[in-house]
């Protein structure tokens, strides 16, 4: 089975947009959870102009599935991640000024720096996560730090499903067998949607978990957010 975890950044970004507590984070993702979806992600970006430090430590109390913190492992992320302890942390290499995750790790030239931030968290119980293209040699790279999974960025295969083109998950199904042969735990994520999740399912092996935002969030407001989530659940059995 995958599970289905989903980032409620966008969410907060609602909420931001007028200074109150309308939508309720914490509410919504209690929902989510009540509606079947089994984790929360959360992407906490340094400008804090969706999910603020704060939403972090209060989510922590609350969520019953997994809760997913993903971000770049600057101090400032890493000694919240420290403190909140979630069940899963996610590196994803992002700039500071970057719109949205826009690029995988280079597993090989951040090697180092890599097998440090996960060793630190995994000796506090927290599981990790790299978030890498879905290139071989990045896998391999991957497997020599010592974290437990990678997610795979999905844009491409996003992007390729919309234009028609089928074969750009063959990289995917690719990646997800080396992962597996290197015993690392498979997710992935970025703009999954309705539309293309259920392809990827069925092409992509040992898939642990998709974490699922933009695109739920947007389908929602015509389908809302219950049946949204069925739907997603559906796909992925
Ligand atoms: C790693 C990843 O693909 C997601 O976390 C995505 O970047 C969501 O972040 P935003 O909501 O800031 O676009
Ligand atoms: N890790 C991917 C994620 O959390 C959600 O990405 P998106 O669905 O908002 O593109």
Known sequence: MTKLSV???????????????????LKTAKDIEDFGAQGITIHPRPDERHIRYQDARDLKRIVKTEFNIEGNPIKKF???????RPTQVT???????AITSNAGWDTIN???????????????????SIFVDADIKM??????????????????????????????????????EAAHKLGLGLNAGHDLSLENIKFF????????????GHALICESLY???????????NKLK
């Open 223 to 233: 389908l809302g957010l219950e049946n949204v989530i069925n739907m997603y659940l």
């Open 201 to 212: 399912k069925e092409n992509v092996p040992h898939l642990l978990e998709v974490s699922i």
């Open 78 to 84: 890493m000694d919240l991640v420290l403190e909140v």
């Open 91 to 97: 590196l994803v290499p992002d700039a500071i000024d």
């Open 110 to 128: 951040n090697k180092s720096f890599l097998q440090e931030v996960i060793s630190t968290f995994q000796s506090n119980g927290i599981r990790t």
């Open 7 to 25: 980032n409620v950044n966008k969410i907060a970004t609602l909420r931001n947009s007028r200074g109150g507590n309308v939508p309720d984070l």
């Open 139 to 176: 896998i391999e790279g991957a497997a020599q730090t010592g974290t437990d999974r990678v997610e795979l960025y999905t844009e491409s295969y996003a992007m390729e499903f919309a234009k028609g083109n089928k074969e750009g998950v063959k990289a995917f199904t690719d990646a997800a």
